[in-house]
């Protein structure tokens, strides 16, 4: 297999400790070789270009710093404030400013511009996310012949709405410098289609392969999803066992029901603890059978709409909580710092409902580890967000619109009372799937599409079968 080049905003190669999506990446280039290439996350006075090289448990890495202009424009502007709010259908939150566009590009060259050497003839290129989605053309004008691939990890909006973006046919076009694009789902990619015949003209074929200007790029629906089996395992290990112990205990024999998503307006946080509220008002006999744990670390706090969102949720639970608790109760628990996966695995398995009811999401992994964390003999309930990517692919969740405080309340009730035979059933059915499709399989499945051998007509002739 070829040598595999990673290009990310950030480079988080490493062990068992990272998500699976580091995980999944590591073994790949470890297995194969090649080198993960981003941003260092250090800010200097003037960008030099200087790369610095590591080997982070056997994978190799290429970092590289940014100057502050570039930090504020490209990461904190166009990445964080315009790009993240317009493709999860925010436009009220979305900040269209030239100078954020003009950051994002030159950002988008200096990478290419600095990765370019380290680019060997018979490597395959892979670059992950909504920050760099120009990085293949800028590759490409650098004459850049390689195999280049494009994964998109949150959701691509609909036509009408990216239609807002003042650049978008132009930062829509650059993808075309791309031989294969990766969805989570088949919805974004319909998004995507619907947006290139519509505004640019371009023709789609049976196979997938978009045809636009004289040029052609693959599409591919291919779920990520997370290394299921070592999941598993933690949920199972010591540390994971005395977190459940402690969690339970400190329950005395009320319902858990769990939510862990960093601090973020996407993932509905707000309209989940209003939905909770909803069921406590609608239901006072269950009070003080149940407890809410929000984890939630907070994410992205230079920018002023997370800022907001975390002082809104304060109050929010403050409001539910002393509307609500009792002297020896409290609703809420709410949690505004991370944990170690291992310790998230025993809160996981500790719930007896994972509420995960983001407004929007490309895809969402809570949703997976809560599910892969459960004691097979006696299961939780996951109620999910159906605008969530992961609900394509776990139809047997409790689905609901995380909108409507009256659906979350009902479902909420339902899943208190769901007997065991159908929360096995439910489980079995999604268990199953998160074990078939995991993080590998993703890694491979798009890897697969990526070095098929695409003919001069744009026939593909090695797909891959068991791609969505
Ligand atoms: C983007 C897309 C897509 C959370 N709190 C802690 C912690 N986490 C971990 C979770 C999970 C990960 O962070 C979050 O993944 P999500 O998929 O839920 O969401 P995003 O961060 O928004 O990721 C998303 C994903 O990319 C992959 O393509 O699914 O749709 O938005 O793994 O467990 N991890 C630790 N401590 C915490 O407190 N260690």
Not at 262 to 271: A, F, I, N, V
Request: charged share 25%; net charge negative; hydrophobic share 40%.
């Amino acid at each position: 297999m070829s040598r595999l080049i990673v290009i990310s905003n950030r480079v988080s190669a490493g062990g068992g400790a990272q998500g699976g999506l580091a995980v999944a990446l590591s073994a790949a280039l470890r297995a194969n070789g090649g080198i993960w290439f981003g941003w260092s996350g250090e800010v200097t006075d003037h960008f030099t270009g200087h790369i610095n090289f590591q080997r982070t448990d056997g994978v190799a890495t290429a970092t590289v710093d940014l100057e502050e202009q570039d930090v504020e424009e490209y990461y904190n502007g166009y990445a964080n404030r315009t790009l993240w709010p317009l493709f999860h259908y925010r436009i009220d939150l979305a900040e269209y400013e030239r100078s954020f566009a003009g950051g994002y590009e030159r950002a988008n060259q200096r990478f290419a511009e600095t990765v370019l050497p380290l680019i060997e003839p018979e490597d395959v290129v892979w670059v992950q996310d909504y920050h760099m989605i120009p990085l293949g053309r800028e590759l490409r004008n650098r004459g850049i012949k390689n195999r280049i691939g494009f994964f998109l990890h949150i959701p691509w909006p609909p036509r009408r709405l990216l239609g807002t973006l003042p650049e978008a046919a132009a930062l829509v076009e650059t993808l075309f410098g791309y031989d294969v694009i990766g969805f989570h789902t088949q919805e974004w990619l319909d998004s995507f289609v619907d947006f290139v015949k519509a505004e640019m003209g371009a023709t789609v074929d049976e196979s997938g392969v978009v045809r636009c200007n004289g040029r052609s790029v693959r599409l591919v629906a291919c779920p990520i999803g997370i290394d299921a089996s070592a999941f598993e395992e933690m949920a199972r290990g010591l540390t994971a066992r005395r977190t459940y112990e402690k969690v339970r205990a400190s329950l005395v024999g009320r319902a858990l029901i769990v939510g862990v998503d960093r601090l973020d307006y996407s993932k509905g946080l707000e309209e989940r603890f209003l939905g909770y509220e909803r069921f406590l008002e609608e239901h006072p006999e269950e009070r003080n059978s149940l407890v809410l744990l929000q984890i939630a670390p907070p994410s992205r706090g230079a920018v002023e709409s997370y800022q907001r969102i975390r002082s809104t949720l304060e109050g929010l639970a403050g409001r539910i909580n002393g509307a609500h608790a009792e002297l020896d109760w409290v609703p809420i628990r709410y949690v505004n710092q991370g944990y170690p996966r291992d310790v998230l695995a025993g809160v996981y398995r500790a719930a007896k409902i994972g509420l995960v009811t983001p407004l929007r999401d490309g895809m969402n992994l809570v949703a997976k580890e809560y599910v892969a964390a459960q004691d097979p003999d006696d299961p939780g309930v996951l109620i999910l967000s159906r605008f969530a990517g992961a609900a394509e692919q776990m139809p047997e969740a409790l689905l609901v619109n995380p909108y409507s405080a009256e659906e979350l309340s009902d479902a909420l009730q339902r899943a208190l009372r769901m007997s065991l035979t159908e929360r096995k059933m439910r489980w079995s059915a999604m268990i199953e799937d998160v074990r078939q499709r995991d993080v590998m399989w993703w890694l491979e499945s798009f890897r697969e599409c990526l070095e098929a051998d695409v003919s001069a007509d744009g026939t593909v002739t090695e797909l891959n079968r068991s791609v969505a």
